[in-house]
C-alpha cells in the first residue's frame, strides 16, 4: 500500500515552453501533496505544500506563477512549469500524505531537462 | 528554520564493515525522522522512520537511533554489501509543520 506515481518519468523541452508533471496516489487519499527539486549532487528542497481544494503553500524563493500547483483532488496534484529554462533542469519529486497521516509516501521522481 | 547535517558527505567502506552515518538538526521539536536510500537518477526509498517518542527502530540489517536531547540521529548498517552502495538521506518534520527538511545525504560507496 501507500504507492505515489509520478508521469512522466523523464521529459526534455524546449526553453520557453511548459510542462506539466502528474502525482498520483494509488491507493491512498491523499490530503496534502509535497513538492521537492533536487539539483545533481544536492538533497531535495521542498517547493511547496498543497492540501486539496486550496492554493498551494510555496517555500520562500520559489516563483508560484511560474510553479503552477494544482491538487484538485484526494488522489491528483499537478505541477506546471511555466516558460521553462535551462536552469529549471532538475529532478522533481512529489510526496502524498494520507489523510490523519503523519508519514510522508514519495514518488518515483521526474527528471526535466530544457534545452 | 531546521537545519540537518549529514557527516560524511561521502563513504568508502570495504565489504562486510560495520558502518554509521550521522545525522545532526538544529531544533529538538521534531515530530519524527526518516532515512531514505536513493540510488542514482532514482527516487527515495523509505528505510526508517522513527516517531518523536522513540528511541531506535531496527530493519534487518539497519538500525536507526534517535536522540532528541542532543539533536542526533544515526543510520548503523551491519555487515555491508555491495547492494548498499546509494546515497543515504536522513529527513526530519518539525513538530509544529508538516513538511520535512532533508540533509544532504552520505554518498556511500561498498567495495567487494
Known amino acids: 500500500g501507500a504507492v505515489v506515481s509520478q508521469h512522466p518519468s523523464r521529459v526534455i523541452c524546449k526553453s520557453g515552453t511548459s510542462v506539466k508533471i502528474e502525482c498520483r496516489s494509488l491507493?491512498?487519499?491523499?490530503?496534502?501533496m509535497f513538492w521537492y527539486r533536487q539539483f545533481p549532487k544536492q538533497s531535495l528542497m521542498l517547493m511547496a505544500t498543497?492540501?486539496?481544494?486550496?492554493?498551494?503553500?510555496?517555500e520562500q524563493g520559489v516563483e508560484k506563477d511560474k510553479f503552477l500547483i494544482n491538487h484538485a483532488s484526494l488522489t491528483l496534484s499537478t505541477l506546471t512549469v511555466t516558460s521553462a529554462h535551462p536552469e529549471d533542469s532538475s529532478f522533481y519529486i512529489c510526496?502524498?500524505?494520507?489523510?490523519?497521516?503523519?508519514?510522508?509516501?514519495f514518488g518515483p521522481g521526474t527528471r526535466l531537462t530544457v534545452l | 528554520k531546521q537545519e540537518v547535517t549529514q557527516i560524511p558527505a561521502a563513504l568508502s567502506v570495504p565489504e562486510g564493515e560495520n558502518l554509521v552515518l550521522n545525522c545532526s538538526f538544529t531544533d529538538s521539536a521534531i515530530y519524527n525522522l526518516q532515512w531514505f536510500r536513493q540510488d542514482p537518477g532514482k527516487g527515495l526509498t523509505s528505510l526508517l522512520l522513527?516517531?518523536?517518542?522513540?528511541r531506535e527502530q531496527t530493519s534487518g540489517r539497519l538500525n536507526a537511533s534517535l536522540d532528541k536531547s542532543s539533536g542526533r540521529s544515526t543510520l548503523y548498517i551491519a555487515a555491508s554489501q555491495p547492494g548498499d552502495s546509494a546515497t543515504y538521506l536522513c529527513?526530519?518534520?518539525?513538530?509544529?509543520?508538516?513538511?520535512?527538511?532533508f540533509g544532504a545525504g552520505t554518498r556511500l560507496t561498498v567495495k567487494p
Open positions: 529527513a526530519m518534520r518539525p513538530y509544529n509543520n508538516n513538511d520535512m527538511r
Open positions: 491507493d491512498f487519499q491523499a490530503t496534502t
Open positions: 510526496s502524498a500524505s494520507p489523510r490523519g497521516d503523519n508519514e510522508q509516501f
Open positions: 498543497s492540501n486539496e481544494g486550496s492554493k498551494a503553500t510555496y
Open positions: 522513527i516517531q518523536s517518542s522513540q
